[in-house]
């Protein structure tokens, strides 16, 4: 049976509106608010992501937003031009737009790292295990806009993001180093950069960096 896309006309999947971005970024920072209340010492990156989703969830379910879904667990993703069941990877958590909706390649990824203050290694792994494979096109492929979410084991965040930054920038060039954007209350830091995936196509890759210290 065919059905008619249910989006608006000529409304690409894979874009998104700066209020939609605005959307993501506030329940990401109030989700992760939410999950720090409920951390222990010592968890790691897994912990912590399944944490973070069940606040977003709560914060979408509060709000009433009907016009967003937020998907069950990691997303896999798999190489379908290829008969090869390899998984290619998961992206923590992904979000869909109703314009989205009925589209398995369209989604919002937000890729979740831990970083902080001389945290050299995890700072590290940030750029190569995460920002690496937006660059690829591992992930989102094609999309306008993708997230990364680094959860700030140790203060102050500044530190961290200034390694981030620097790793980007040498990395891959000088439009994608961090730049601050609108600071939201619920965040240490929101910035984004410019990458060109597979060395093209032109996506915006936004920084939101979250208070995962266990609360007082």
């Given at each position: 049976?065919l059905?008619?896309?249910?989006?608006?006309?000529?409304?690409?999947?894979?874009?998104?509106?700066?209020?939609?971005?605005?959307?993501?970024?506030?329940?990401?920072?109030?989700g992760?608010?939410?999950a720090?209340?409920?951390?222990?010492?010592?968890?790691?990156e897994?912990?912590i992501?399944?944490?973070?989703?069940?606040?977003?969830?709560?914060?979408?379910?509060?709000?009433?937003?009907?016009?967003?879904?937020?998907r069950?667990?990691?997303?896999?993703?798999?190489?379908?031009?290829?008969?090869?069941?390899?998984?290619?990877?998961?992206?923590?958590?992904?979000?869909?737009?109703?314009?989205?909706?009925?589209?398995?390649?369209a989604?919002?990824?937000?890729?979740?790292?831990?970083?902080?203050?001389r945290?050299?290694?995890?700072?590290?792994?940030?750029?190569?295990?995460?920002v690496?494979?937006?660059?690829?096109?591992?992930?989102?492929?094609?999309?306008?806009?993708?997230?990364?979410?680094?959860f700030?084991?140790?203060?102050?965040?500044?530190?961290?993001?200034?390694?981030?930054?620097g790793?980007?920038?040498?990395?891959y060039?000088?439009e994608?180093?961090?730049?601050?954007?609108?600071?939201?209350?619920?965040?240490?830091?929101?910035?984004?950069?410019?990458?060109?995936?597979?060395?093209?196509?032109?996506?915006?890759?936004?920084?939101?960096?979250?208070?995962?210290?266990?609360?007082?």
């Open positions: 049976m059905l008619s896309p249910d989006r608006p006309a000529g409304r690409p999947p894979f874009s998104l509106y700066d209020d939609e971005v605005a959307t993501v970024v506030d329940l990401v920072c109030r992760a608010a939410e720090r209340g409920h951390l222990q010492a010592g968890m790691i897994v912990p992501t399944r944490l973070v989703r069940k606040g977003i969830r709560r914060v979408k379910q509060g709000a009433n937003l009907s016009n967003v879904q937020l069950a667990g990691e997303l896999e993703l798999d190489d379908m031009a290829s008969t090869d069941p390899t998984v290619l990877g998961r992206i923590d958590i992904t979000l869909q737009f109703v314009h989205q909706f009925g589209e398995e390649d989604y919002v990824a937000i890729e979740c790292k831990r970083v902080g203050a945290q050299h290694q995890l700072n590290a792994r940030y750029v190569t295990d995460g690496e494979r937006f660059v690829t096109g591992q992930y989102a492929l094609g999309h306008s806009d993708s997230f990364m979410l680094g700030v084991l140790v203060l102050p965040a500044e530190a961290a993001v200034a390694s981030i930054s790793r980007v920038r040498s990395t060039g000088e994608a180093q961090l730049i601050l954007e609108s600071a939201h209350p619920a965040s240490l830091a929101v910035l984004s950069g410019r990458l060109l995936q597979k060395g093209s196509h032109a996506m915006r890759l936004h920084h939101i960096f979250v208070d995962m210290t266990p609360a007082a």
